[in-house]
């Protein structure tokens, strides 16, 4: 009988099995949320990591940019940004509701590990192309308003999410959020200020803008192939969007950030692998190392392989090959409560002398989603390497 790990073993039981396996059923939101990390934004693509590769895309190196001239440090904590205004130019405009991941840079690429305990302001402008509180630069006096800004500080997944409106625009910028990321230490002194921008794809926003209250305006004057400051970067972090069950935009953006401090809390993740057997009939036992934020909390660990680029993942009871597991979802090797150190047997009891090249990985999360967002997940060995 074939080997589990075997390249060609796609029988049709095993296919049933994987297309039937209530494991893999996804609701619709988190299909949408999981497609937003498919390869569309490719600058910062892990290439050493098949199964982040294979999986999520990683984040985008975020460069640094003018804070511009409208930037006013409101200091409000809330996370709906429409809040607290009765302008026509906002409360029309489409809604938007944005979820920005934070992630450590090393310099080259993103990290593995979140940014925890980052404060990130957004401002923007309005339908009508208008911010808040300013006046002069070309705009109208709004001093004393503060429709459209805030700030939330990213949770321990590195993660903040917003309830706003699609951008509108004002003349020689395309549609853009600013974006500020600061960190203070316990005297309240900042130790880490970062300003970026956030662009959209163009088509959408003449999608947006061709509609009520934005078409109000007549043709904007600038795009994102002629904006000075979307052009000026290396690379320009474009917000992904999926269509809101609720109405109007899901807009997802991940973010590496160079120099952030450290958060040694998320960084406890780690998996430890020994053989106990003999080469070409190991017995592999991990023990997987829970981040303590996440010590007592319901939650799944998984185990996969990957051969000859097939993947294949452990339910607890034996291997199932799976196609696109980004798309279908992947079943848990174990579900329950995870403690300070779960100690697993990952194969056993086969002749590995005729597989080939296997690579296994060992990563958890409180689901599939929450592991691929957090990034949890390691290569822990190799097989005929």
């Not at 993103?110 to 302001?121: K, T």
């Not at 339908?127 to 949770?155: H, K, M």
């Not at 000075?228 to 991940?254: C, K, Q, T």
């Not at 047997?345 to 967002?373: E, F, H, P, Q, R």
């Amino acid at each position: 009988m074939p080997s589990p790990f075997q390249p060609d073993d796609t029988t049709p039981d095993m296919q049933k099995q994987v297309s039937n396996d209530s494991t893999f059923r996804h609701t619709r939101r988190s299909h949408l949320k999981t497609l937003a990390l498919l390869p569309l934004v490719s600058s910062g693509l892990l290439a050493t990591d098949k199964f982040a590769n294979a999986l999520i895309t990683s984040c985008s190196l975020a460069p640094s940019m003018t804070e511009g001239p409208f930037w006013v440090d409101e200091k409000l904590n809330r996370a709906d940004l429409t809040a607290g205004t009765t302008r026509a130019s906002v409360l029309t405009g489409v809604p938007l509701a944005l979820e920005i991941s934070l992630y450590d840079d090393d310099g080259q690429q993103c990290s593995f590990d979140p940014a925890a305990n980052v404060q990130v302001d957004l401002w923007h402008c309005d339908a009508a192309g208008a911010y808040s509180d300013v006046s002069g630069n070309g705009q109208a006096n709004t001093i004393g308003q503060d429709f459209l800004r805030g700030y939330q500080v990213s949770n321990a997944a590195g993660r903040t999410t917003f309830t706003t409106i699609y951008p509108g625009w004002y003349s020689g910028r395309t549609a853009h959020i600013h974006l500020r990321a600061r960190v203070y230490n316990a005297a309240g002194n900042t130790t880490y200020n970062f300003t970026t921008q956030l662009f959209f794809d163009d088509a959408v926003s003449d999608v947006v803008y061709a509609n009520a209250p934005y078409n109000t305006r007549g043709t904007r004057n600038t795009r994102n192939n002629n904006d000075g400051i979307y052009r000026g970067a290396a690379s320009s972090p474009l917000v992904m969007l999926s269509y809101a069950d609720s109405g109007g935009y899901f807009g997802e953006v991940v973010l590496g950030l160079a120099g952030v401090p450290l958060s040694p809390q998320i960084r406890t993740f780690s998996v430890t692998t020994r053989n106990i057997g003999t080469t070409t009939l190991p017995t592999l036992i991990s023990d997987v190392v829970i981040a303590s934020s996440d010590t007592g909390s319901v939650g799944e660990i998984y185990v996969a392989a990957e051969v000859g680029g097939r993947w294949y993942f452990n339910n607890g009871s034996g291997w199932l090959l799976i196609a696109n597991p980004s798309k279908n979802g992947f079943p848990a090797f174990f579900r329950g409560t995870l403690g300070t150190t779960h100690t697993i047997t990952l194969l056993a009891g086969i002749d590995t002398s005729v597989l080939g090249k296997a690579n296994l990985y060992v990563g958890y999360g409180l689901d599939n989603l929450n592991m691929l967002l957090n990034q949890r997940y390691q290569l822990v060995h190799v097989l005929n390497g």
